[in-house]
Structure formats: C-alpha cells, structure tokens
C-alpha cells in the first residue's frame, strides 16, 4: 500500500457531483463544508451538554422524588394512627385534620409524580442527543492534519503563527468521521495558537505531531505560549472557560469527539514551557483499507 499522489481537500471528502449538475465554486463548497461542520459540532455540543446536565440534575430529581415519597408514607401512617384514635376515643386529632393530612399527600404525590416526569425528559433528551449517526471512514492520517491546517493558513498567517509538521509513517491509516476530527484538530490548533500571541515574532510557533502506537495513531499539538493552570486544572468541564478562551469548553466537546470514535484525548504540560493536546484515534481495519477515503 503506497501514499496516493494526490491528497483531496476536506471539502471534496466522500462528496461526487452528479453529472447534471454544476460544480459549486471552490469558496461555496468550503461555505458549504464550513456549515456543516458548525451543524455538527453544535449537536455534539449538545450532546455532550445534556449528558452532563442530566448528571447534575438527577441527583436533586431523585432527591425530590425520594423526600416526597418518604413523607407520603410518614402521612399516611399518621392519618392511619390518627383514624384508630378517633374511633377508639371519638376525638378529632389536634394538629391537622384527616382532609387536611389527605390534600396535603395529594399534593406530595403530584411533587413526587412531576419528578418522574422530569427525570424521563431529562434521559430521552441525552439520548436523542447522544444518538447522532457517525460516518466513519478510514483516511491518512496525514490529510487530516493537512486538510485542518489548510482552513486555518489564513488565520495563523495573519497571526504570524508558525506551524511545524512532524508526521510519522505516511501510510497510517485511522478509522474516524474525518469532518469531525478535523474539528477537533482546528479547535487545538487555533486555541494553541490563541496561547502564543502574547510571544515575540519569532517564538510563536506551534508543533503538529503524529506517531503510530500499536494499533492507533497519536495525533498532538504543542504550543509554548503562558501555561492556563486554570485550563490545566478543569480541562474536561464543558461549563468552564477562561476569561479570554473557550479552551476549557472545546477540550470537553473535544473530548467527547474522540471518545465516540474509540479515542482517547488528554492535556499535558511540557517540561519547559506550554501544554500538549494529545489525542488518539483508532488505524483503520484491513476491510476498511480498501475503501479509504482519497
């Protein structure tokens, strides 16, 4: 198996035009790509918002549910201990009457009921946000590398940002929804790059790494801009961000990403200076090679 000559642009990724048709020019078609991958994303997001708002959310839900039923059953012993008394003594109980001990159960059951209720909503949203289609295809990892720095030449150029490529074997191929990863891929970069403008000139510089391991290809980008602790420190909460990025939230949607294709993602600092993003992404299997995407 051998390196194809030519690398397609990730706009031209699994995409034929029909022959009826006229092809869209080359900045409609990366509008196009662009619009789809902002879809994307914004559903992965929300995926992996839900899931964790259905965390913290249960936990009260359930604790609504249980003190609700908790005093429905302490209720209806006091009303039931309430009646034996007034049958035996003929006296009406002095604290709350029975109608009254009854409205208020009625009232405890309909708390009780609604917090079913929310917490069935809760997980039917996880779910269907959860269950979004994935297109995954075996392609180079190489060209997903290229492909991402392709749409952001622009703007690192314009930030003066220098990108170092240090690609391992040129044949490794990855199983992945290539729009996604490279998502992924242009989120670090551009958060990375974000970390280096505060550098001279000449010290903003960022390295794009890949290396087979096994049966899986590490991708990495290492920047050598002011270590964010904070980022650091609550780099997977999808609630966090710092006051000048949204690296925080992109590393957990990031991560997310990756895990839903057999990924791993995760964030170190460099013994000098500057952190690490590190993730992996399955090598494609033998059926998958001979369909992969050129």
Partial sequence: MSEPSTIAPAASLGETTPPD????????LEAERQAHADRVAHLTTLGQMSARITHEISQPIYA???????????????????????????EKPCVMGLAEAGQVMGWLQQVSDQSIRAGEVIRRLANFTREMPMRRVSIYAHQLVRNSLTHLKAEL?????????????????????????????????????????????????LIVRTRRLDKRVEFSVEDSGPVELDVLAN????????????????????????????????????????????????????MEVANHVK
């Fill in 235 to 286: 780099n997977f909460d999808s609630f966090f961000a710092t006051s000048t990025s949204d690296r925080g939230q992109a590393l957990a949607v990031n991560r997310t990403i990756i895990e839903a294709q057999a990924g791993r993602l995760w964030v170190e600092k460099n013994p000098t200076q500057g952190m690490t993003v590190h993730f992996t992404l399955p090598l494609a299997k033998q």
């Fill in 157 to 205: 150029n314009a930030s003066n940002v220098l990108v170092d490529c240090e690609i391992g074997s040129p044949i490794d191929l990855v199983s992945c929804e290539p729009v996604l990863v490279e998502q992924v891929l242009m989120k670090v970069v551009r958060n990375a790059a974000a970390t280096v403008l505060s550098l001279p000139l000449e010290e903003r510089k």
């Fill in 64 to 90: 609504i549910m249980n003190f609700s039923s908790a005093c429905i059953e302490i209720l209806s012993r006091a009303m039931e201990s309430a009646k034996a008394a007034e049958a035996a003594t003929g």
């Fill in 21 to 28: 048709e006229t092809p869209l020019p080359p900045d409609e």
